[in-house]
């Protein structure tokens, strides 16, 4: 039976990283007779600014209903400043979907990207699980006296019993299948005394649960720090919404820059999930073939894992993996192909690991 794939190009470098991994995504299927059903849609800057529409209602359940994943590019224009469309689309889907775990992978593939002097690449390989539908993200809040001396802005951090204790198992499941051994948890208990002393609670009752696995509590500032300086110590780090969103920047950092990064938003057990780099739509780099198209081909891999194909995910991390290595990729990681010829060179590698 086909599986259906909602693809999103967005806006910026999502246009165009999308296009290379549909292409990519249109290789692997054809030569290992995937049957992928791709319902290409146009929702982003361009179809807002057109007709005001963002995630119309009957589109949003018809992808629920019938796609077992959504492949989305970026989201943000200069052109809508309010940033009213991507947070619609977006949050739209994570929210809608409640796809509460962000899994963002942070593995470096070559030595060359690592940009810590005393850890080569294979010292960097943890998975980060970021909280996907609460915290400062569902907006709760407002602004009183604006544009006086007395204005006051408050935005509250949302936090459920529900919602911290299943991200944090889903860490820890994930632990467990992957056969690894650590799980960090990463919150600001210190400060946070209400909030996040829920986490800090939570995670030490659910790690009763994992006793084959170390489960072991860290203020955000300490991950930080602890990330540059060994990263070694990390299989995978379980945090909220806000602090997720920043410490994958950093991991992204590690990896070789936002043009590595991939990520899958999901629930587990349910079948529609999300998949989109963790990069943005950079506008200053938009329309130049300057944009990195590994990352959005990573996730495409992701994406394969989750329709049944991890050695199809497998098989696209060696490619990217081997066009690096021949500096067959663009500036951003050290080549000089643009985004087309970069891609172009990964799928020459892919079809040849393909046989
Ligand atoms: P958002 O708020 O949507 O996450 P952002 O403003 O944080 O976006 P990004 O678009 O994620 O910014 O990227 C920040 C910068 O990193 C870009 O301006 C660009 O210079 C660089 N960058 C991001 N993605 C890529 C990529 N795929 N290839 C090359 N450079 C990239």
């Known amino acids: 039976m086909s599986q ?31 049957d992928l059903d791709l319902w290409h849609l146009d929702y982003g800057a361009d179809r807002f600014l057109r007709d005001g529409t963002t995630l119309p ?47 963002r992978p942070v593995r470096c593939l ?33 602004q009183v006296r604006r544009n006086t001396p007395d204005e006051i802005a408050i935005n509250e951090d949302i936090n459920t ?19 690894k051994k650590r799980v960090h948890m990463a919150d600001k208990s210190n400060a946070m005394k209400h909030a996040h002393e829920l986490w ?16 072991k509590h860290l203020y955000v500032d300490a991950l930080c720090l602890l990330m540059v300086r060994d990263p070694t110590l990390f299989d995978v780090i379980v ?56 990352a959005a081909a990573l996730t495409v891999g992701m994406m394969l894992t989750h329709l049944g194909h991890p050695d199809l995910e497998a098989l696209i991390e060696d490619g990217v993996r081997e066009c690096i290595r021949a500096h067959a990729c663009t500036a951003d990681v050290g080549g000089t192909l643009g985004t087309r010829a970069a891609a172009e060179a990964l799928r020459a590698r892919v079809t040849a690991l393909l046989g």
């Not at 967005?10 to 995937?34: M, P």
């Not at 019993?161 to 056969?179: D, L, M, S």
């Not at 800090?200 to 489960?215: C, G, K, M, Q």
């Not at 950093?250 to 989109?276: D, I």
């Open 110 to 142: 070559d030595d060359r990207l690592s940009p810590l002097k005393d850890h080569a690449a294979k010292a960097i390989d943890f998975t980060v699980f970021r909280e996907n539908t609460e915290g400062v993200y569902v907006n709760v809040g407002g």
């Open 200 to 215: 800090l609670r939570v995670f030490r009752l659910v790690s009763t649960e994992y006793p084959d696995i170390t489960a």
């Open 239 to 294: 945090t909220n919404n806000l602090f997720g969103d920043i410490v994958t920047d950093l991991g992204a950092a590690l990896q070789g820059g936002l043009g590595m990064a991939g990520s899958a938003n999901v629930h587990p057990g349910r079948r529609c999930a999300m998949f989109e780099p963790v990069h943005g739509s950079a506008p200053d780099i938009a329309g130049q073939d300057r944009a990195n198209p590994f």
């Open 4 to 34: 259906r794939i909602a693809v999103l190009p967005g806006d910026g470098i999502g246009v165009e990283v999308t296009r290379e991994a549909v292409a990519l995504l249109e290789l692997v299927a054809q030569r290992r007779g995937l």
């Open 161 to 179: 019993r529900k919602g911290v204790e299943r991200i944090i198992r889903a860490a820890f499941e994930h632990a467990r299948a992957t056969g």
């Open 57 to 103: 209602t009957q589109a949003f359940e018809e992808i629920r209903d019938t796609c077992a994943a959504i492949l989305l590019g970026a989201l943000g224009d200069p052109r809508v400043p309010s940033n009213d469309h991507a947070r619609d689309i977006l949050f739209g889907f994570r929210f809608g979907l409640d796809l509460y775990a962000n899994i």
